[in-house]
Structures are given as C-alpha cells and as structure tokens.
C-alpha cells in the first residue's frame, strides 16, 4: 500500500509508526515536497497476515537472525491462552516494529511478554459470553476486551465491561 | 477514473509515471526488499544442495516417515551427504526416528545447525526447537485462533526451515511432508522450484489409493511437481514364526494398482516388517541393522532406481 499527494503528485514516504493499541498500529507517511502527512491506523485482520510474513513494518535495522520468526511464533509451554493475553506474548505487533519510537520507549519491551501491565481478571460469565465470539477473531476481541479494561481502570472483565465494550464497537 | 486537476492527468496515469521513475531509480517497497531478501536466503541456501526429493501422501499413517529415513540412511550407505527437512510441523517423527531428538537446533551467526544422526544424516525438524519430548507445537498470539493466519504462520516457519538451516553442501535432501494434500505442498513447490520432484508413499488398501490419487492429480496437474513414482509401504509381509508370505489387507492384488494404471511408475513394494518400526522407536537404522531382509533388500532397489533418475536429471 501506498499514498499519493495529489497536490504534488509524489508517493509519500513512511515516517513512522506507534502502537495505537493492543491490537492496532498508525503508520505514518509524509509528502517529500510538501511535507503534507497522513497517517493509517491498520486493521488488524490485515495487520496480522503482514505480520505472519515475517517481515517489519518500514523496513528492519537489523538482519534477521536464522529462525528469528519461528522463534518468535512459538507459543512457551505451560502457558495458557488468558495467560498470553494478558501479557500481550499474545501480540505479534512488537515483533513487527523495526527500531522505533515505540520501541525505543520501553513499552515494546513490556509487550514482549515482561508486561509491566495489570493483568486482568476474567469474571466466567464474561469467558462465557466471550465463548460466543466466533473462535476466529476470539483472541482479538479477547485482548481488546482487555485494553479497553485498563485503559478505563477495570481490574476485571465483567458484564459491565463486556456491555460497554460492546457499546463502543458497536456490536 | 478521476482526473487530477493539478495536470490534467488521470491518477492512473500519474501513478504509472512514479512507479516508471521508481524503477529507474531502483526504489523498492521495504515490504517487498524484505520478501526479496528472503527468497534469495531461500534460494542462496538450496543452491548448495544438488537433489531435492519430497516424500509425500495424500493418506497418513502409510509410512511416509518411516520410508524417508530409510531411504535417508540407503543414500548415505552409499557416499552420498544427506539431509532430512521434516515438514510435519504438527507431528514431527523424524528426529526420534534418526536419534536425535535429544538435540536441538543450534543457532549460530552462519544459520540454525542441523542435528547430525545416524550415519552423518542431517536433521531439522519443528521437534528440535520443542523443550519436551510430549510437548505440543502451539503457535502464540492470535495466531493460535485462527486457521487462516495459522497457514500464514506455517508458511513462514517452512521458509526459515528452508532458509535459515546450515545444511552445508548436500547431496540430497528429503523433504518428509505431512499427510495433506492442499497446503504445505504448494509452500515447497514455490520455494524450492528445482524440486527433482515427489515420491508418493501408498499402501495396498484401495481406501488409501483412493485418497492418494486425489493428491497425485493435484501435485501433477496443479502444481506441476514431478511424481518420480510410487512406493507401495506395507505391501505383504512375512509371519515371524512360519516364514508364510501373507496379504495385511484383504483386497491387495499383486497385479497394476489403481495409481500404476494413471501412469505412476511403480519404484517398490516394501514388506512389512516389524522390526522396521522397533528401529524407528530406538533410532536405528533398519536398512543398516536387518540388510538381508526383504524390506531392507526393497529399499535398496528403490534407491537404486532413484539414485539413476536424479542422477540421469543431473547429467541432463
């Protein structure tokens, strides 16, 4: 993908790029002549198919090292699946960031599985009514969930949580 | 197509222009320089290994492991350096089968150091980058969810086995597919195009020829890899205490089966052998331990059929 400055008739160049949550990026591109910037937030269906290339979002600063993907990939024994949420190992994303701001910040390194995030609680009706998600976009809905309980102060998944996120999707 | 008023020019036409003057310019998406650099990794690391031949069935459980290291250990018995790339990501034999499933795969600056088993055979396998001999290969993330993205996932994990394993010069390289006709085939035939081309593994019960035909008509004629021929795995067998020869299944006729009929050369019949499967569990070598049975006496024939084809392949 790429965009065009209709004013200068030029593609624009990738800048940069942030974690806009668990489960998103916004990647930023600007105009060489004018300067002129938008920026992308991806889906994260699409996001995730990128991601499973193995390859880095604006290019990597380092080689890979020999079985750095599938390293990567493999999911640690013992660990389960709301464990993995909640130390957001679950999430591909860091890995997709090649050296930036986001990186640079430390909070890639919290991602990367020693997750200086709050764990958060399921309650089971709430692993019930998120049984009803279909299997295949569980994970993300699962970790969106979760965001969306801390960044509103929720130590626990409720039915409370799970109605308001439903609210804000707009299930 | 909407005009762009700035020029006069349709988008289509602006866009054009540009990528003509990338071109010139030699600029390259740094999505598609990444995937550039990992088919020339592919390509740089199977440029060192002179034959690939992938051991496949559409069926399971016909033996498709258990003949690709032993055909592994005919080839080294005589002088050739090979390597066994086990495909199954799921259900990955081989390492126990060659003894190595002990080690794990090194990871070094030149690339991930492949287990060396019997006879100097080298090994990669998903099982060697497993903690624990019952440990189950599970993917991370959502990845985990999703049978979609999990092909993705798979597909790159196939390519650094193709890519980042040290194999060193090879003579031959077998590649041990896992039992499915419609996913990972395409994945090897994509990476490694200079296939010499498929061993299709069978047994003598027409459910399983049934099977295989399918997946023989979608190597053939979809993906257009070379079928070398037809192995019959199981085919009879000899009663350990009345040396009797006898049928395992009930309807195997020893005339043309139903894939020898749609043109498959047939490479050899295997007998089954009991003792083919205690190697396999201790990490033996049964071409090597029993070399005067039946079965051991089949493998070498077939080794020396295809041993004449990548040979005659090679001078071609």
Redesign the interface.
């Known amino acids: 993908m790429k965009f065009l400055c209709i004013k200068c008739n030029n593609f624009m160049d990738y800048e940069s790029k942030e974690q806009v949550d668990t489960l998103r990026l916004g990647i930023t591109f600007a105009c060489t002549q004018c300067g002129y910037k938008v920026a992308m937030v991806t889906n994260p269906g699409e996001t995730q198919l990128v991601s499973g290339l193995g390859v880095k979002i604006g290019g990597r600063t380092v080689p890979a090292e020999p079985m750095e993907f599938t390293r990567e990939a493999l999911k640690p024994e013992g660990q389960s699946t709301a464990t993995m949420t909640a130390d957001m190992g679950k999430c591909p994303f860091p890995a997709m960031l090649a050296g930036s701001a986001f990186k640079d910040s430390g909070i890639a390194a919290g991602l990367s599985g020693a997750s200086s995030e709050p764990a958060v609680r399921w309650t089971e009706n709430a692993e019930k009514r998120l049984q009803n998600v279909p299997s295949f976009v569980r994970s993300l809905a699962r970790a969106g969930i979760e965001q969306y309980a801390r960044d509103n102060g929720f130590a626990e998944v409720n039915d409370r949580v799970m109605d308001e996120y439903r609210e804000k999707v707009g299930m | 197509m909407k005009q762009?008023k700035?020029?006069g020019r349709t988008?289509t036409e602006?866009?054009k222009?540009?990528e003509e003057q990338?071109k010139k310019n030699k600029v390259v998406?740094?999505?598609v320089?990444?995937?550039m650099e990992?088919v020339a990794a592919v390509q740089t690391r199977m440029g060192r290994i002179k034959h690939k031949i992938a051991v496949m069935s559409g069926k399971g459980g016909v033996g498709k492991s258990s003949v690709t290291v032993n055909l592994a250990n005919s080839f080294a018995a005589r002088g050739y350096k090979v390597g066994i790339l086990d495909v199954d990501l799921s259900g990955p034999c081989i390492p126990k089968m060659m003894g190595v499933r002990e080690r794990a795969?090194k990871?070094?600056a030149e690339?991930?150091q492949p287990a060396v088993g019997l006879n100097g055979i080298k090994v990669a396998s998903m099982e060697l980058?497993?903690?624990?001999e019952d440990?189950p290969?599970?993917?991370?993330?959502?990845?985990?969810?999703?049978?979609?993205?999990r092909g993705?996932?798979e597909?790159?994990?196939i390519?650094?086995?193709i890519s980042?394993?040290?194999w060193g010069p090879l003579d031959l390289l077998l590649i041990d597919m896992p039992p499915a006709s419609s996913d990972k085939p395409p994945i090897i035939s994509q990476m490694i195009p200079d296939l010499d081309g498929a061993v299709i593994v069978t047994i003598p019960s027409e459910i399983s020829q049934f099977i295989v035909k399918k997946s023989v008509v979608f190597l053939n004629r979809e993906l257009h890899i070379p079928i070398i021929g037809l192995i019959e795995n199981m085919s009879g067998a000899i009663c350990p205490h009345c040396g009797e020869a006898l049928e395992l299944f009930e309807d195997a006729s020893p005339g043309e089966s139903s894939l020898q009929k749609m043109g498959l050369p047939l490479l050899g019949r295997v007998p089954f052998d009991r003792r083919i499967a205690g190697c396999a569990d201790h990490g033996r070598s049964f071409v090597d331990d029993h070399p005067l049975t039946p079965a051991a006496q089949a493998f070498r024939i077939i080794t020396d059929t295809l041993q004449q084809h990548i040979e005659s392949r090679r001078s071609s």
Not at chain 2, 129 to 132: E, I, K
Not at chain 2, 137 to 149: Q, T
């Open positions: 762009d700035s020029e988008l602006v866009v222009d540009l990338q998406n740094p999505i320089q990444q995937v990992q795969l990871i070094t690339g991930a980058m497993l903690p624990n440990s290969v599970m993917w991370k993330g959502l990845w985990e969810d999703s049978a979609v993205w993705t996932v597909m790159s994990v390519r650094e086995f980042d394993v040290n």
